[in-house]
């Protein structure tokens, strides 16, 4: 079954035809001029660019500093989700807590409801749509990939991985802030530009190459009202765009207190599959065959 995050993104980024190309080769470090005696125009020396993993360890400092990211307890926030030109809303819930506690809920009404989560222990799928309800227990490790998917407040900690090439390529402008702007290559051969604003250091952007049905096309992750929450400070809104489709992410709570264990307990119907599923293992033997015994 299409996962329903899944589908509220190809709803906002894939409804267009693609159609976009890939970001420009780097540009060369540009240069000034200036007018010398007698007419002729003298080259100034090219800007000097700083380190792109300067930059990150600013932007790092700017949201709060390192040690004080790792040493988050725990982090929870409630969103409104909104996508312009269509009549598609919901709300997105999550909350996490060290170390592998986690809840993640997906609300978008008629269209149905989508719940990951994890006690520590076992992780879990609940979906909900028109056409009928589905329990899934799901790895730990399937968990914790969804958790980096859709914690977008981790990519501090996450801008450099899988980076085969990481360099700052330009100054440049994203919408109206002076930036940095930043070539990171994958190991894959995947292209992302990043945009760290020169005065104040925080991230304001993200542009990337994707691939779906429909071939390739380009996603530029916007983060905006940067906001203090205790010690660290936040964006409060993330828009994703894509051929002017904006999926409008707006964050209205954001809390660092800590949460409830209540929060990541089994639902019934979790519990109820965990005690069919050890009922059906006591009934295989050792070697794997079925006990057909009454």
Same mark, same amino acid.
């Given at each position: 079954m299409l996962r329903l995050l899944t589908f509220i993104i190809l709803i906002a980024l894939l409804a267009v035809p693609a159609g976009i190309a890939a970001p420009a080769p780097p540009a060369a470090a540009p240069t000034s001029t200036r007018s010398a005696p007698g007419g002729r125009t003298?080259?100034?020396?090219?800007?000097?660019?700083?380190?792109?993993?300067?930059?990150?360890?600013?932007?790092?400092?700017?949201?709060?500093?390192?040690?004080?990211?790792?040493?988050?307890?725990?982090?929870?926030?409630?969103?409104?989700?909104?996508?312009?030109?269509?009549?598609?809303?919901? /709300?997105?819930?999550?909350?996490?807590?060290?170390?592998?506690?986690?809840?993640?809920?997906?609300?978008?009404?008629?269209?149905?409801?989508s719940e990951v989560a994890a006690d520590g222990r076992i992780a879990?799928?609940?979906?909900?749509?028109?056409?009928?309800?589905?329990?899934?227990?799901?790895?730990?490790?399937?968990?914790?990939?969804?958790?980096?998917?859709?914690?977008?407040?981790?990519?501090?900690?996450?801008?450099?991985?899988?980076?085969?090439?990481?360099?700052?390529?330009?100054?440049? /402008?994203?919408?109206?802030?002076?930036?940095? /702007?930043?070539?990171?290559?994958?190991?894959?051969?995947?292209?992302?530009?990043?945009?760290?604003?020169?005065?104040?250091?925080?991230?304001?952007?993200?542009?990337?190459?994707?691939?779906?049905?429909?071939?390739?096309?380009?996603?530029?992750?916007s983060f905006r009202d940067w906001r203090r929450v205790k010690s660290l400070t936040l964006f409060h809104q993330m828009v994703i765009s894509r051929n002017n489709i904006d999926l409008v992410v707006t964050f209205d709570k954001i809390s660092l207190d800590p949460i409830p264990s209540q929060t990541f307990v089994q639902p019934p119907r979790i519990r109820q599959l965990l005690k069919d599923m050890n009922e059906l293992e006591k009934m295989v033997d050792p070697d794997g065959r079925k006990d057909d015994t009454p």
């Open positions: 003298r080259i100034a020396a090219p800007i000097t660019l700083p380190l792109a993993r300067g930059l990150v360890s600013r932007y790092l400092n700017a949201v709060g500093g390192r040690v004080a990211l790792w040493d988050l307890k725990a982090f929870s926030a409630h969103a409104t989700i909104s996508i312009d030109g269509t009549k598609t809303s919901g /709300e997105l819930e999550l909350a996490f807590r060290k170390p592998d506690l986690m809840f993640i809920r997906l609300d978008l009404g008629e269209l149905g409801t879990w799928e609940l979906t909900t749509t028109a056409e009928g309800d589905s329990a899934e227990v799901i790895s730990m490790s399937d968990a914790k990939r969804r958790r980096r998917e859709l914690n977008w407040f981790e990519l501090a900690l996450r801008l450099t991985d899988d980076a085969k090439i990481f360099r700052t390529i330009a100054p440049a /402008e994203f919408e109206g802030h002076p930036c940095w /702007e930043i070539q990171k290559t994958t190991r894959k051969g995947n292209e992302e530009r990043i945009f760290i604003d020169r005065n104040d250091f925080l991230l304001r952007g993200i542009r990337m190459i994707e691939s779906g049905p429909l071939g390739e096309y380009e996603v530029t992750l």
